[in-house]
């Protein structure tokens, strides 16, 4: 008997230290150290990392892939986020399942402060099934709702899209909406591609270069108080964009906060008369047309049309005639004015329809607007005029910049591109997935081009070498897209560039060693009711850098900038946007692996065209008694035709210049086809017709 309750006291002592033992344990795991979910519990929104045994810290971005997050990482070109999701959950109720509304409220807003606890109860009292009590609440408030443990309580797994280097090219990377559906900018553009494909999207932007061009624009738009600016960096040979920025701009996460100037991105959207810029493209038609050369000379004597005058500035003082480079350099609207006439309307357009001028520019941002230009058939003498100086055309900057980057490459038009190269380690398949869903390359331009992918020699004589010190000894990488300009031209019009910066109006744009080349251009503003508003003006330079073997493009504009005591009174780009320019590439040169040359004066050798070339030997020149472009001497048009040797005969297309001539007398009237335009509030052109709407009076769009 002694020894059975030996036994039973052993047993319940043995199940008293069991029962102690769980109880301890139930005390800590509820009490004293409550455990943590499972895994499996918030794998939804709280997924594990992907590691990478080469990057225990998870430094390497290009590599990070959400896999339980629906929508893909934005990278710039070097793997920097741009944009993220970041795990998220939405609570939801359901009414009928709450056994007290009001105190399932009240414990609700413990943990979010934000709650209107009289607005959840009103719904948490219907007789709905599904009630959205919270949205984006990140991970550690949805334990603390969990831990609440209410009956009817659920959460569903989400997102949030953020943007952690905020303002950085905002405009571009635009927003999605509470649905995580892209509506603005590449968001918008990639949304199938970015939500079917968990790999990064990859952008040809480096946030280094766009931080730079920010500061430097916003320096500048300061410094000249104008009302907006942009700028944009461009890869000549590839079209990949490096920077893109329009001020003012805004906080990407703050999307719905931002006002509708700060979303609008001048780059792409807004349309802004090019001024003097164009005539490097009136210059480029008409020595690939063959109708003009450098040794031609143009009359820069004022041209009357009706009550309307083509002129240059009162305090500009030059010859009679000048040569092309001098037209260029010096920038005179008559001259280029006489340059558009030789060539004609039907090959202007046909010039400017190839070079894209005609169409949107094919830029992955859906953003991006179409041109105002005068319809074809509206498009005579006077139209013809006027936008070989770049006005009666309203263009976005990007446009101009792949112009730019054209007449510098070797005459290649690329196309202008959000998303980088890959890499040479990239697959088949990658190239694949970052171009799946961009838009179909654009249509064989009219007038014969052809789209190739040619090796083109970008210099000859001394800077035709490698320059190792100014490349940065990278292998070289061929243009790809239509040619509309032979080598020959092209580095003709290179050296023309060249010429504005060392001894032209453009001096305010040169860097020692990066041998800057570039055109700027002013055009007087447009008023809201029409008409040129005097002394408010577009102010521009598009440049090209290093010039003797080029790389990148480089545009800044600025919009109704003031003066200031440095400028001496004067608005025009030499004076703001050229320095601006100049100041953006001495600080991005060794960002993009270029350093200054060390031989400057074989190199400026090279690219050295005199300002007023000799005429070849047998060739009859351009200009005084032989200006086929004086539109009030059709006569000696006609023996231009007859006259002229110096080029190869092509008599059919001579005979359509004199027809048209002949079919559009030199008269002012309402079908010119020329602009009148609006401005919006957010910098836009809207366009509208008008037959008075001054496009002829016009200022020097180009002075110092």
Known sequence: MERMRVRLLSVAGGFGVLFGAVGLKLTLATVLHPMAPAPRQIAPQVPRLPTNPADPKGLMADDLSLSHVRRATVTDRNGQILAISLPMAAVFANPLELMDPKDAAQKLKAILPTLDVDDVVRRLSGKKQFVYIAREIPPEKELAINDLGIPGIYF?????????????AAQIMGAVDVDDHGVAGVERYFDHRLTSDSKPLRLSLDVRVQAVVRDELAAAKTEFQAIGACAIVMDVRTGEVVAMVSLPDYDANLFNHATDDQRFNRAVTGMYEPGSTFKLQTAAMALQDNVAHVWDRFSTIPIHVGRYTISDM??????????????MAYSSNPAAAHIALDVGAKRQQDWLRAMGF???VPIELPEAGH????????????TVMTVGFGHGVAEPPLAIVRGT?????GGVLVKPTLIARPEPAETQDDRQASTLFSPAGAATPAGGYQDVSAHLPLSDGPASRDNSDVVGGEAEIVPEGPKLLSD?????????????VTKGIGKS??????????????????GARGGYLKHVNISAFTGIFPMNTPRYAV????????ATKATHGWTTAAWNAAPTVAKIVARIGPMLSLFPAADTAAIDAALDIPMQPATPSGARELGPGNDPGDPHDEARSRQHVATRHDAKPDLERLRQTISWRDAHPARRDASDGSLKTSRDASGSLKTSRDASDGSLKTSRDASR
């Open 358 to 360: 005609f169409a949107r």
């Open 314 to 327: 009162k305090t500009d003082h030059f010859a009679p005639w000048l040569s092309m480079p001098e037209v």
């Open 156 to 168: 569903e797994p989400g997102e949030k899209r953020r943007y952690p280097l905020g303002r950085t």
């Open 555 to 562: 545009y800044v504009m600025l919009d109704s900038p003031m």
């Open 371 to 382: 041109p105002i230009i005068p319809s074809v058939a509206r498009w005579g003498q006077s």
């Open 488 to 500: 020959a031209n092209s580095l003709l019009l290179r050296k023309m560039l060249r010429l504005v």
């Open 405 to 409: 980057a054209a007449a510098a490459n």
């Open 509 to 526: 744009a040169e860097v020692p060693g990066y041998f800057v080349g570039g055109k700027t251009g002013t055009a007087e503003k447009v």
